[in-house]
């Protein structure tokens, strides 16, 4: 299979490639389009051979749930049985963005949907052209991230050609997105809302709307027994090829304790910011960011985790992000890459 790129400008939408694309989704198959988070790559959700589909492509295990994304708030109640007022006032204050909720589903979404789950994972993303191409594709889109399985999460749309050329037809090029890791995934089906995966919409935003707010116990928990209950979070994730090490502690210490890896043969990367870049003569050095704009480290992480593959370092080294704020998601994604592995000095 051929797969094109579509390049979309989103202050002036093409409506003859969106329809394509539209065309494409309502006759079972599969586009890949860019969010505010990470690229999608979305199918029909209520056509459960596009389902099938989207888990081929991935090479991901079936039993991992999609989140359905929409583009109206009238389409919700036709999937899910009841809307909580919870839901309905984080709607108000975070839809359309990156935010996912998960609610009891209705019959229309089909199981090969949800992983065999009763509930349903539902999203209305703030992307123009994820908006238009939902509405032009039937209003439900089901869509993971569109990576290889295991692989960093998609920023760009050469990210996205990299892992799916050949699997999918479509590729809408967007550019590369705002945020740069996955929408903040809160359960509404428990008695107390519980964040399944932080994200940009922060623990204390969601707080500030709703009150007590929890953080799952599988994600917090250093007993690897307590299992997230987003049944993605339990698989290896957004790992490089190369055996990569937080390393924790003074800032100084941190810096030495890198600086003695890079003095072998090895060939090493280091994950650093805009404030310590200096500070490391050797190495494949990547500079994720600045510690005093956490967005630009959001930005660049899978894209540097994305590097290191390409550039075939051995082992990797990355300082370490403090948890408050969008830090939480931050450390969340690189503690997975690590395989939670973190030296603490
Ligand atoms: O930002 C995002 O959310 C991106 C963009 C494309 O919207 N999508 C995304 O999808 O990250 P994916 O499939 O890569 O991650 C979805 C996560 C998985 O960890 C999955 O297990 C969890 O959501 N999930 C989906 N449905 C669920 C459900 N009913 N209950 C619990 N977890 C669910
Ligand atoms: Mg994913």
Same mark, same amino acid.
């Given at each position: 299979m051929q797969t094109i790129v579509q390049k979309i400008d989103r202050a002036q939408i093409d409506a003859a490639a969106m329809e394509e694309a539209g065309r494409i989704l309502r006759s079972g198959g599969l586009v890949a389009f860019p969010t505010e988070t990470v690229y999608g790559l979305g199918g $029909?959700?209520?056509d459960e051979s596009a389902a099938r589909r989207i888990y081929a492509a991935k090479g991901r295990p079936s039993d991992n749930p999609l989140i359905v994304h929409i583009a109206d708030m009238e389409h919700l109640a036709e999937i899910v049985t009841e809307i909580p007022e919870a839901a309905r006032k984080l709607a108000e204050a975070f839809w359309p963005g990156p935010l996912t909720m998960i609610f009891q589903k209705s019959d229309r979404v089909p199981y090969g949907t949800t992983g065999g789950l009763d509930t349903v994972a539902v999203r209305m993303p703030s992307d123009p052209i994820a908006l238009e191409l939902i509405r032009r594709g039937g209003g439900y889109v089901a869509a993971p991230s569109a990576n290889t399985s295991g692989r960093p999460s998609p920023t760009t749309a050469q990210h996205v050609y990299e892992d799916l050329q050949g699997r999918i037809p479509m590729i809408l090029d967007g550019g590369a997105v705002q945020i740069g890791l996955e929408s903040t995934i809160v359960d509404l089906t428990e008695e107390v809302p519980t964040v399944l995966r932080p994200g940009y919409i922060s623990m204390e935003m969601l707080q500030a709307v709703l009150g007590e707010v929890r953080m799952d116990r599988g994600l917090i928990a250093d007993d690897s027994n307590v299992r997230p209950k987003a049944p993605g979070m339990k698989y290896r994730h957004y790992a490089p090829q190369a055996d990569l090490k937080i390393v924790e502690g003074p800032q100084e210490q941190v810096i030495s304790y890198i600086n003695e890896k890079t003095a072998g043969e090895k060939q090493v990367g280091i994950i650093c910011t805009e404030e310590t870049?200096? &500070?490391?003569? &050797?190495? $494949?050095v990547k500079c994720v960011g600045s510690r005093k704009d956490e967005l630009s480290i959001a930005n660049h992480l899978f894209a540097i985790l994305r590097e290191f593959d390409a550039d075939g370092v051995e082992e990797i080294y990355s300082e370490s992000f403090e948890a408050p704020g969008l830090g939480q998601a931050i450390m969340n994604r690189l503690l997975k890459a690590a395989g939670h592995q973190v030296i603490t000095l």
């Amino acid at each position: 299979m051929q797969t094109i790129v579509q390049k979309i400008d989103r202050a002036q939408i093409d409506a003859a490639a969106m329809e394509e694309a539209g065309r494409i989704l309502r006759s079972g198959g599969l586009v890949a389009f860019p969010t505010e988070t990470v690229y999608g790559l979305g199918g $029909d959700a209520l056509d459960e051979s596009a389902a099938r589909r989207i888990y081929a492509a991935k090479g991901r295990p079936s039993d991992n749930p999609l989140i359905v994304h929409i583009a109206d708030m009238e389409h919700l109640a036709e999937i899910v049985t009841e809307i909580p007022e919870a839901a309905r006032k984080l709607a108000e204050a975070f839809w359309p963005g990156p935010l996912t909720m998960i609610f009891q589903k209705s019959d229309r979404v089909p199981y090969g949907t949800t992983g065999g789950l009763d509930t349903v994972a539902v999203r209305m993303p703030s992307d123009p052209i994820a908006l238009e191409l939902i509405r032009r594709g039937g209003g439900y889109v089901a869509a993971p991230s569109a990576n290889t399985s295991g692989r960093p999460s998609p920023t760009t749309a050469q990210h996205v050609y990299e892992d799916l050329q050949g699997r999918i037809p479509m590729i809408l090029d967007g550019g590369a997105v705002q945020i740069g890791l996955e929408s903040t995934i809160v359960d509404l089906t428990e008695e107390v809302p519980t964040v399944l995966r932080p994200g940009y919409i922060s623990m204390e935003m969601l707080q500030a709307v709703l009150g007590e707010v929890r953080m799952d116990r599988g994600l917090i928990a250093d007993d690897s027994n307590v299992r997230p209950k987003a049944p993605g979070m339990k698989y290896r994730h957004y790992a490089p090829q190369a055996d990569l090490k937080i390393v924790e502690g003074p800032q100084e210490q941190v810096i030495s304790y890198i600086n003695e890896k890079t003095a072998g043969e090895k060939q090493v990367g280091i994950i650093c910011t805009e404030e310590t870049k200096a &500070r490391y003569p &050797r190495g $494949d050095v990547k500079c994720v960011g600045s510690r005093k704009d956490e967005l630009s480290i959001a930005n660049h992480l899978f894209a540097i985790l994305r590097e290191f593959d390409a550039d075939g370092v051995e082992e990797i080294y990355s300082e370490s992000f403090e948890a408050p704020g969008l830090g939480q998601a931050i450390m969340n994604r690189l503690l997975k890459a690590a395989g939670h592995q973190v030296i603490t000095l």
